[in-house]
Structures are given as C-alpha cells and as structure tokens.
C-alpha cells in the first residue's frame, strides 16, 4: 500500500509523473473538474451567491474510487496546475473528498521534470483560498450572465440563442470590423514604381515619394520623364539592429503559431497541453515573459556548443501586463537538449517554442540599410531605393524572419547593388498604378486573440473556448468571401513610349478570417442597444482586474458579485418587460407585382426575405437568402430574384429538371437526384443548357471506370477528397496514385485494403440494437444509430484494450451510452394529431404553395 496518493486532473500527467516518484506514492488523475455547477438551472443561491457544486454523473464512479484510495493513503497531495483553475481543481478535490489539513498537501510546478517534482515535494503549501476564490468569481459571475442574458434572447430575437461576457465582446469586435469595411469608402490615388538600371545592367527597383491624386497628374509626370536623364543624387547607408521576440505567452504562442503553422488557436492549445504534459515544456497558460536562472543558463550552454560565443547574449524579459497570473514563467522547453520529438504535429510545435526561447538569448542581428535617392532636379519628385543586407544573423539564424498578416507587400526589402553619387540610370520601365484604400482587415483567430489580450478582455485560458463558442453558437463563421471586380488604370512608359491600360482587378475577397452571421449582428446590435455596459470593452476589462485582486487578496469576492448583480439584475428585469423585438429587419422597398412591401429579416429558420405583412388577408410568402447574402446588405433587386426559386426548367431523358437552393447551397434537381452546382455559379443564371451540362457532368463522373469482381466501380470527388465507389462503400483515393488515370491494379489495390479494413472495422456489433464497438482513426468508439460515443476509460483511469471490449457485454456498453446520453433509449412519443385547417379558397391555395421558401435539400 502506498503511503502517499498524488491527485493530478490528467492522465498523461499522471503517467509522466509516477516515473519520477517511488513506490511509496501512488499517482491518480482526477480527468479535470470532479464537481461543478449543474448542467441543469443556475445552481447558485441569489442572496448569498453560493454555488450548489455536484458530482457530475460521469464522475461519481471515479469519485468513490479516489475515496478509497485516499482511506489507504496517509498522505494526499493535490498536484493540479498551478493557476486558478487548478487551484480550484485541488479545493474541490479536498472538498469533495473531505480532506483534512493535516493529510493534505498542496504542490505546485510548471515543469513536468524530476527536479521540478521533487523541488515541489519538498516546498508543499496549503490551497491558496484566493485563488480558488478568483476561479469562484469568474465561474458564477459568467453563469449569471448567461443564464439571466439568454432567456431574454429567447424570447426578444429567437429561440435557443445564448449571451456571455466575453464571447459577447468577441462577437462585437467581429461585427464591428464588418460594418466597419461594410462602410469604407475607398479613394484611389496613382503609385509610381520604376526599375532602373545602372553600367552593369543590375536592376535597381524604386518607389517615387509621391503618390498622385489624378490621373492626369499621373499621365503629366511620366511625360516628363520621358526624356529625362535620371541620376544617383543621393546614397545614405545606415547601421541598425534586429532583436529577438521575447519567449511566448499563451497569446504570443497562439498568434505564432497560426502564422508559421497554420494551427488555430484550439489545435495550438490542445498540442501545447500534451508537451506539457509529456514533459517536453513549462506549463502553457501564462502571461509572463520570464525565464528562471535554470532556463536562461540551458538556453547559453546550448547556444555555445552549437552556434558559438558571438551569437549568446544573455537576457531576461519584464511581463509589462500587470495582471500576469500565477505561473510565473514563459512557455520554454525544459530540456534543450531535446530539439525534435516524434509526433510530427507535436514536433512542429516544440521546435517552434525550442527556436522562439534559444533567439531569446542571442545576439541581435546587425543590419546595414541603404537607401538611394534617384531623380533629376528637372521633376517635381524622386524615386527612393530602399534595401538591407544582414551583416551578422545574430538571433536570426534560429528563428528566421517570417511575414505577419499586417506587413505590407510592397514594402519588401530587397538587397540593392553598390552605386555612386552622380552615377547616371537608365529607366527599364516606369509604371503608375491606381491603387485603392484598403479598410481595416477581418479577424484571424490570432489576430482577435491579439485584440481581445490588448483590450484586457479574457485570459490565457478563456481564448480558446470563447474563440471555439462563438463559432459553434453559429454568431461567427469564416465563410468564404467571393471577391469582386473593378476596374483600374495602370500608365506605363517603356523605351519612351507612354501606354495606358485599363484592367479588371479582384478586391474585397477573403478567406479563413471571421465574418458573423446574420443572427450574430441581430444578436449584437441587441445587446448593445440593452445591454451598454456589459458590452463594453473597459467594463469586461475591469472585471478580469476585478478577478486579479480577488486573486491576491485585495478583494472579498462575494462583494463583488452583489456589487455587480445589485446593477445587472434590474437591467435584465427592464429589458425583458421594454424592449422591442429585435429581427433586424429592412424594409427594402415594394414588389412591383403585389404592391407589398419586401422585408429583409431574421425568422424562425435563419435569414429571410418576406412579401407582405403577417395580417394582411392573403398569407406573407417567403424566401431564404441564398450563401453570401447578408440581411443588412441585400437590395430589393437581389431579394425579388430569389422568389424565382425553386423553378422547373423542361424533362431531359424523361425526368423531370428543376433549379433550387437547399442546405447545402444551390442545386439542379433530375427526377430523384440532387447534384451540386459549381461554388459561385448563380443558381438564376442556370438554364436549360447548363443544367444538361451539370447532368451530363454527373453522369460521367457516375459512369463505371473498371469492375471489380464483377461489380462496377465508379468515381468522384466528396468533401474529403477524390474516391471511387464500389458497391456501397467509398474508397477515399490517396494522393500518391494519379487520380485521373487509376489502372485497373490500383482499384483492385485500393478496395483489397478497403475491405481487409472494413473487415477489421468492428470489434462487436449488435446489429438488431444499431449499437457496435468499431476501430477507429484515434482508438475504439461506440456506434449508436448515427452517433459516436467515446468509451470510458477503465476504473485505474487506463483505455481498454482490443481483447476487454471483445468480451464486454451490450447491458455495459448501454450503460456507457446512458452516461453520455440519458435519454438514449427513450421511446419518442407520437405528436397528437393536428385538426385539419381550415379550407382556403383556391386562389388563396395557389398563392401560399407556388410562392414558398425553397425546400431543403
């Protein structure tokens, strides 16, 4: 029996820090939180702000598991993370399990290393009540707020919306940067670009210092340097340096990381926690910028040995956010002689962390920059040159250079050759261009992450949740933007010749940045009208300081509440009795035809257009907005064009054709089959010859390009790629064979493997119960119907193996499937029949059926 029992809130971690210990300690995981708030009703008492935690039902098992443990153990030291959450982990465990001071023990670290474990054995303390009360704030303050704010949603936009403190602020910087470049009005101006050449024929590009206001500016000045003799009239060289970011935050790894990487801001934390926990590097969620003494020596021994004396420079960072929390130490490797890992996806990040804390302690770079000035003293202006050349790498040689989202393109710096004073150029081409004002860009995940950090709102552990909740209350998406057209004019004079051109170019178009929807502009402008303050940035900012001095003591946080409830309750109380119904509706002008007015607004199903008014003797007829179109910005033309939807164009091969819009986006019905038309293809514009064409696509695309033991086998392209179909099953088509030309050997390759898997696939199944234990790309899982359930883990907190589950029985897997779904085998009652309507007349009939919201697809 071990004497001492080790409570950590995960698996992994659990596992990593047993090699450290001996036998006399026994390490469990307690899988995060063992009590919370209910899942059903606030769970708070008003008048005391005292919430009603519970054992959640998944956890109760594992609960009474570390109650017997904790009887056999004379010592139980609670080792969560070392920040609020974590604090309130070790109380809860303490509570819950009724852990008396005198057999309890606190540690902390922010490294998984031995030293780190048994430094922290050594120096244990007791829960910091503070910090747990910090946790206690932030948990019941954003439950009141979302269970007083929604119900108020409900009834006033749309059922089933949801509020919060910080995803509501979030969702407000995104829609106010849409109105934002919704509103911008570009104004153009003529560029002027040259490239020159000196005796040697190097090119020498250059920037004239004026932009021109007109065209015909433009065209004036290019007439004068037509014959103008262009020389060097100026060469300025001028010594700088480059020093090294300081080692990452929380914030500073997750914008990185989706510059250099691409991960989003979930991927990065999820990657991040499983270094942590694995050992590889300090713990995750931090504010500060600082290296212990430990770190800052590993990080020179190892810059010696590999780079040498010149490129070490010693260095430690100040935190300048005064509300950096507990874990006092930036994000670093704790072993730097660990340089790569295997897991490729965990490896890119490592080194990336690896990289970003050795340029932490190296020498600056040392640059040389040389601008040029070109001209002649007959123009009005001059061209300027602007080039660097790196003289000593210094910190660049290993963390490079990398582009951010807001560096310009034209702004590039390019190595120029060596020229004098006096020295004449020839001009290879002089080019002025009309550019346009750009409005500010849309969010990326990094991007917001760095808004939300510089406005005070959230905290390193609150990014990723709020970034993931706003998209998935569907109030945020990153839909693609389609760009548009305009034209622009571009004057260029080559060997004297003077040419103008005027060419179409793309703007406005974007991709894998935030955009909201509909319902979360109706949704914002909603709780901005009602709801200032809790909207407003410097409030949400205030109270995280709120949350930091509970956290140190120099707040009661019980205080804090009712200071703060005593304003926001009545607030709720008015707006439920006062505020008009919000839908976001426009009145976009009147339907020729009717003689009604068209209304652009917000229905029971999303986005909609609607004729007519909900009174008026013959029924409102609607239409939903088709992808890309937006409720604030549709013109009446565009909203009447959708009512031609759906529309039925003539048989082809005696089926019956029709063009539609459904769930999935526009589509040209044939008899039975649905087939997609092309992203961006305007289902209006679809006649009788492109829907043939579309059919005819699909047909070839369906037609067998081999057999397969006498079966045929087609092919195609899905939303996960190329693949080819036999029978029933879809065989996904590697990149490594040539999609195109497929041999009758690869289809045989590729369906032999297909099926040898399929056959692999289940590892039991209960075909009459629609239930199966499958083999699946992460590990086993449970099927139920159309559903995937995880399978819970074993009572010592291990997976089961492949040989347990193929001797479990269906009474325990229906076990598993009721923890995670209580109402699982639940008989669906019957909906009382409805009494039948009363009967219209025909003309009433006709005008509500032809004219209704297209069906979904």
Do not use: C
């Not at 990153?478 to 060419?503: C, N």
């Amino acid at each position: 029996m071990s004497k001492n029992l080790v409570i950590v809130e995960s698996p992994a971690k659990a596992k990593t820090i047993q090699k450290y210990l001996g036998k006399d300690f026994e390490v469990k995981s307690s899988f995060g939180h063992i009590r919370d708030l209910p899942k059903k009703g606030m769970g708070i008492d008003l008048s005391s702000f005292t919430p009603d935690y519970e054992v959640s039902a998944d956890k109760k098992k594992l609960v009474a598991e570390l109650k017997a443990a904790v009887k056999k153990a004379e010592m139980v030291w609670l080792a969560s993370d070392e920040d609020r959450e974590g604090e309130a982990i070790a109380w809860h465990l303490a509570e819950e399990l009724k852990l008396k001071p005198d057999n309890r023990k606190r540690i902390v670290f922010h490294e998984i290393t031995k030293n780190a474990i048994l430094k922290a054995i050594e120096n244990p303390r007791d829960i910091d009540q503070n910090l747990v009360n910090a946790q206690q704030a932030r948990r019941v303050l954003d439950r009141i707020v979302g269970f007083e704010m929604s119900p108020v949603l409900w009834k006033k936009v749309k059922p089933g919306l949801s509020a919060g403190r910080v995803q509501s602020v979030a969702v407000r910087l995104i829609v106010e940067r849409e109105k934002e470049i919704r509103h911008f009005k570009p104004t153009a101006s003529f560029k002027v670009d040259a490239v020159f050449l000196n005796d040697g024929k190097q090119e020498i590009a250059a920037k004239l210092k004026k932009d021109f206001s007109k065209e015909s500016d433009a065209e004036q000045f290019l007439e004068q340097a037509k014959n103008t003799e262009f020389k060097v009239l100026n060469v300025e060289t001028k010594p700088g340096t480059r020093s090294a970011s300081a080692p990452f935050t929380t914030s500073t790894l997750q914008q990185e990381a989706s510059s250099r990487l691409g991960y989003n801001v979930t991927t990065t934390m999820r990657l991040a926690q499983r270094l942590y926990e694995e050992g590889f590097i300090t713990y995750m969620r931090t504010d500060s910028v600082n290296l212990s003494q430990e770190a800052i020596n590993g990080a020179k021994a190892q810059i010696l040995s590999e780079y040498g004396a010149d490129y070490s420079q010693p260095r430690n960072y100040t935190t300048k956010s005064a509300s950096a929390q507990e874990a006092h130490e930036a994000i670093r490797p704790t072993d730097f002689g660990v340089k790569t890992i295997g897991d490729a996806q965990l490896s890119k990040l490592y080194q990336l962390i690896y990289r970003r804390t050795l340029a932490s302690q190296m020498s600056n770079a040392k640059i040389e920059k040389t601008v040029i000035e070109i001209g002649n003293p007959s123009l009005p202006q001059h061209f300027e040159a602007q080039g660097e050349v790196i003289v000593f790498d210094g910190f660049l040689k290993a963390y490079g250079i990398v582009k951010t989202e807001e560096d310009d393109e034209e702004n590039n710096e390019k190595l120029l050759p060596k020229v004098k004073i006096g020295e004449v150029l020839d001009y290879k081409k002089i080019t002025a261009s009309e550019k346009f004002t750009k409005p500010s860009a849309r969010y990326t995940e990094a991007g917001l992450v760095r808004k939300l950090e510089e406005l005070g709102i959230g905290r390193p552990s609150t990014y990723a949740p709020t970034i993931q909740t706003i998209q998935n209350r569907e109030y945020v998406d990153k839909r693609e933007i389609e760009p548009q057209t305009r034209e622009v004019v571009r004057i260029s004079l080559t060997k004297g010749a003077i040419k103008k051109e005027v060419l179409d170019e793309k703007f406005g178009g974007d991709k894998n940045k935030f955009v909201p929807t509909d319902i979360g502009e109706v949704v914002n402008d909603f709780l901005i009208d009602n709801f200032q303050e809790i909207l407003d940035y410097g409030f949400t900012a205030r109270v995280e300081g709120s949350f930091d001095e509970i956290a140190d003591g120099s707040e009661e946080w019980k205080k804090m509440m009712t200071d703060f409830y005593s304003k926001f309750h009545p607030r709720i109380e008015d707006v439920e009795e006062n505020a008009e119904r919000a839908t976001g509706e426009r009145i976009l002008g009147i339907d020729p035809k009717s003689g009604k007015q068209v209304h652009a607004r917000i229905g029971r199903f999303g986005p909609m257009i609607q004729i007519g008014e909900q009174d008026d003797e013959e029924k409102p007829i609607f239409a939903s907005l088709l992808s890309g179109q937006n409720i604030a910005t549709i013109s009446l033309e565009e909203a009447l064009e959708l009512f031609k939807l759906p529309f039925e164009l003539n048989e082809y091969e005696g089926q019956t054709v029709a063009i539609g819009v459904g769930r999935f986006g526009p589509y040209v019905k044939w008899g039975e089959t649905y087939i997609s038309i092309p992203k961006g293809e305007d289902p209006l514009s679809v006649d009788q010859d492109r829907a043939e064409e579309i059919i005819k696509e699909k047909q070839k695309a369906d037609a067998p390009i081999a057999s397969y033991k006498g079966e045929p086998v087609t092919k195609g392209t899905g939303r996960f790629g190329p693949f080819i179909k036999y029978k029933s099953i879809y065989v996904n088509v590697p990149k490594k064979y040539d999609f195109n030309n497929l041999s009758q050997s690869d289809i045989v390759e590729l369906i032999d493997a297909k099926l040898e898997k399929e056959a692999n696939r289940y590892i039991q199944q209960w075909e009459d119960e629609k239930i199966a234990l499958e083999n699946g790309r992460w590990g086993p899982f449970i099927k139920f119907g159309k559903v995937n359930l995880k399978i819970p883990k074993r009572a010592d907190g291990e997976k089961y193996d492949a040989e347990e589950l193929k001797q479990m029985d269906l009474e325990t897997v229906k076990a598993w499937i009721k923890e995670q779904d209580p109402k699982a085998f639940e008989t669906k009652k019957k909906a009382p029949a409805k009494k039948p309507a009363a009967k219209k007349t025909t003309t009433a009939k006709k005008t509500t059926t032809t004219k209704k919201a297209s069906p979904k697809k």
